[in-house]
């Protein structure tokens, strides 16, 4: 996309040239250091530090020629993973400067920063202030600034970095070497074969006969280094659709303030979504820490809303709640709340009957004991299309219900028993049961050692087994029972007489 005049996005690159070895800075050994790794059939080297680089070695050499060239070089074997595990990291960290944020291999981010400069003072601040939090991680950095992120790459790995003003892109990145398009190293070594050597020597060039050479897409690739076409990122974790951000001028050390900036975010949130008549069914405070750390808690509410009061209770209730309580480390400099899963949310009357006030209590219950006790301890029964009382019903989240799929439970008449209990054994137990006739209600049995005498039987209701389905399973023979107690039973017989292996009873629920 070709940005026109009004087009202003702005996008923060940040490169840890040094990743792999500052890893492991506390643990590897003084002198040189590199990392290794096998490739085209040797040890070349992967990573090295500033020392091993001051000697002259680079990433790529053979571990034999490293050591030919500096004998006292440490070398050990690399783990990509415990890289990934630590860019993973960073992220996490700098997110606090945009929820837009990618990974921008090998060992840098990517930033949409647009819009986000003024919290922190311009985009000098922010580039300071993202510098500072790269060294309290450990990291050396390179940050750049510029319009698109492939701008911002190319500065960041092969310029000085910093903030390129806008409208200067193109002649920041002119002055930049061709390694900087990142192509084949014949490509580049045909470029600069060719008289070549800056990216604006090749800007100077006609874009036909560059294609002709290169490939269709090396114009593409041209205009966007230069800042001529945009590209937009793919964030890790997709932005929310309504976001609050708070940078606080002084770190708080305590969590007591939390409440008030927490109330504060809340109401802001509160005013966006009702510019969008939309209410969230979750919502998401992310608490950043100076030293980079941070931690994310979620409150999920049962139906759409955007009350900021009720929804202050309830992270009141979740931070009383959390198993590991907040810790403000060297103090919390930043919270952001974030609105999730947005629907319709318009003016409703009020039914006459307040039926729509019981339902609002009851949803206002579920939300507060999940906000106690987590989203997977508070569910609800579902039933489902099975002629198995076993299978027909299942636990559903209270606060994502399930979209209808016609499944109800069983209406029976006005004034008839239940047709099912509502305390059901699963799996069924085994009882011993003495019966009149082979086939006829029980006359007594034993269960949990204790027996019971029947005095009263109804049934029976025969379900067959899921005959479509190996060992589906057999026929079941239902009768509702009262003991002499006055206790309600729900005992069946799976299986024909004369069938092998011989039928067996079970109870399969209790009656209230």
């Excluded at 049995?445 to 067959?464: D, M, S, Y």
């Amino acid at each position: 996309m070709k940005p026109g005049r009004s087009s202003n996005r702005r996008h923060l690159a940040v490169w840890f040239p040094f990743l792999p070895v500052e890893r492991l800075a506390s643990a590897r050994p003084e002198g040189p250091f590199a990392l290794v790794d096998k490739a085209a059939n040797a040890l070349r080297l992967v990573a090295v530090d500033s020392e091993a680089l001051a000697f002259g070695l680079t990433t790529g050499m053979a571990l034999a020629d490293a050591r030919a060239q500096v004998p006292q070089l440490n070398a050990w074997p690399h783990d990509g993973a415990g890289d990934a595990a630590l860019l993973d990291r960073a992220l996490e960290a700098f997110s606090r400067f945009s929820p837009m944020a990618a990974l921008d291999a090998p060992h840098g981010l990517v930033l949409d920063v647009t819009g986000c400069a003024h919290l922190f003072g311009g985009e000098e601040r922010l580039a300071r202030t993202a510098a500072a939090l790269a060294r309290r991680l450990g990291l050396q950095s390179r940050i750049a600034l510029a319009r698109t992120p492939q701008t911002a790459h190319a500065l960041a790995r092969f310029g000085g970095g910093g903030v390129t003003p806008e409208g200067e892109d193109r002649a920041a990145v002119r002055r930049l070497p061709v390694a900087a398009f990142e192509l084949a190293s014949a490509e580049t070594q045909a470029l600069r074969r060719a008289g070549l050597k800056t990216v604006g020597d090749v800007d100077d060039r006609p874009r036909a006969a560059l294609a002709a050479r290169f490939g269709a897409d090396f114009s593409s690739r041209l205009d966007r280094i230069l800042g001529l076409e945009d590209a937009r990122i793919t964030p890790v974790r997709p932005p929310a659709p309504v976001v609050a951000d708070r940078v606080l001028m002084e770190p708080l050390i305590t969590t007591e303030p939390l409440e008030t900036v927490i109330v504060d975010l809340l109401a802001e949130t509160e005013r966006a979504l009702e510019a969008r008549r939309s209410g969230a069914r979750g919502f998401r405070l992310t608490v950043f820490r100076v030293d980079g750390l941070s931690r994310r808690i979620g409150v999920g509410v049962a139906r759409p809303v955007r009350d900021a009061g009720s929804l202050a209770r309830l992270f009141r209730e979740r931070l009383a709640a959390l198993a590991t309580p907040l810790d403000p480390g060297f103090g919390i400099d930043q919270l952001r709340m974030e609105a999730l899963d947005l629907e319709p949310l318009d003016p409703v009357q009020t039914a006459i009957d307040d039926r729509d006030r019981r339902t609002e209590a009851l949803d206002a219950l579920i939300d507060r004991l999940t906000a106690r006790l987590g989203p997977e301890a508070v569910t609800w029964i579902r039933p489902v299309e099975s002629h198995l009382p076993e299978k027909a019903s299942r636990l559903v989240s209270a606060l994502r219900p399930e979209k209808d799929d016609g499944a109800r439970w069983p209406d029976p008449e006005l004034g008839a028993p239940p047709l099912r209990p509502l305390h059901l054994f699963d799996p069924p137990q085994p009882v011993e049961v003495v019966s009149p006739v082979p086939d006829g209600p029980p006359a007594r049995f034993k269960w949990r050692r204790v027996t019971h005498r029947v005095e009263l039987a109804e049934g029976p209701e025969r379900i067959e087994g899921e005959w479509w389905r190996r060992g589906g399973g057999r026929v079941r023979d239902y009768y509702r029972v009262e003991d002499e107690t006055g206790r309600r039973f729900w005992l069946f017989r799976a299986g024909h007489f004369g069938d092998e292996p011989a039928p067996r009873w079970y109870v399969h629920g209790l009656f209230a």
